[in-house]
């Protein structure tokens, strides 16, 4: 059973739109929650993390939010550019629980020009 | 810094053979891990290791075995190599104070099983 779930597999969007891209838990020990971003032949980068204590943290055109009481939380993208066109993967933790992640199966963004 | 390196990029093997993958980081990382990436199924867990000379079992461990005899290094082997382990396999490496609780990935192993 998945505890981590990226329900859309793919995600298409003009370019300088907004990207939200979603994420549902299940395990309510997670506290600590991060995107990663993976092109083609290559391995997955961390973008950005969200702890449990907040509900939003932004990193320039990127934002996550936190629903904690939904178990879902989300990432934006604005505005989107081509160079966003990748594969993004949701991931849980627990914090400084040898940084064990848990990962959801990933959505396919795809910025059109 | 090279970062994560994993040797090979690419196999082909037949059903039945074996198999070392190798993963090395130039971090000092504590934490090393071992991932397969399948359709729609993200990144799975195989093995792990918490420091030097420790191993321990994720997710998906049945039919791979790991080694860290060095901190820099965590090898992946297949004994049988089976057609369901075809894959692509992502080793990681992670600090002990990781800020974000981040992982630093290889650049994967295409690993196919006729």
């Known amino acids: 059973d998945q505890q981590v779930k990226q329900n859309s597999p793919s995600l298409s969007v003009q370019e300088g739109r907004i990207s939200i891209l979603n994420c549902d838990y299940t395990n309510s020990m997670f506290d600590y929650f991060l995107w990663y971003k993976k092109y083609p032949a290559e391995g997955p980068t961390f973008l950005i993390s969200i702890s449990s204590i907040k509900d939003k943290n932004e990193d320039g055109r990127f934002t996550v939010f936190l629903n904690k009481s939904a178990k879902h939380l989300s990432l934006h993208i604005v505005p989107s550019q081509p160079g966003d066109s990748a594969v993004y993967f949701c991931a849980a933790s627990v914090y400084n629980a040898g940084n064990m992640l848990t990962f959801g199966g990933g959505t396919r963004l795809m910025v059109k020009p | 810094n090279a970062g994560v390196t994993q040797t090979p990029k690419f196999r082909v093997l037949k059903t039945g053979q074996s198999m070392t993958l190798l993963c090395a980081q130039d971090?000092?990382?504590?934490?090393m891990y071992w991932y397969r990436q399948d359709p729609g199924m993200g990144l799975r867990l195989i093995h792990y290791?918490?420091?030097?000379?420790?191993?321990a079992k994720g997710e998906v461990p049945d039919g791979y075995n790991v080694s860290r005899l060095k901190k820099q290094n965590f090898l992946l082997g297949l004994e049988s190599a089976a057609p369901s382990q075809t894959s692509v396999y992502f080793c990681?490496?992670?600090?002990?104070?990781?800020?974000?609780?981040?992982?630093?990935f290889g650049p994967g192993t295409r690993l196919t099983v006729l």
């Open positions: 990681a490496s992670s600090p002990l104070d990781a800020r974000h609780n981040e992982q630093f």
């Open positions: 971090m000092n990382h504590e934490y």
């Open positions: 290791s918490v420091g030097e000379g420790t191993t």
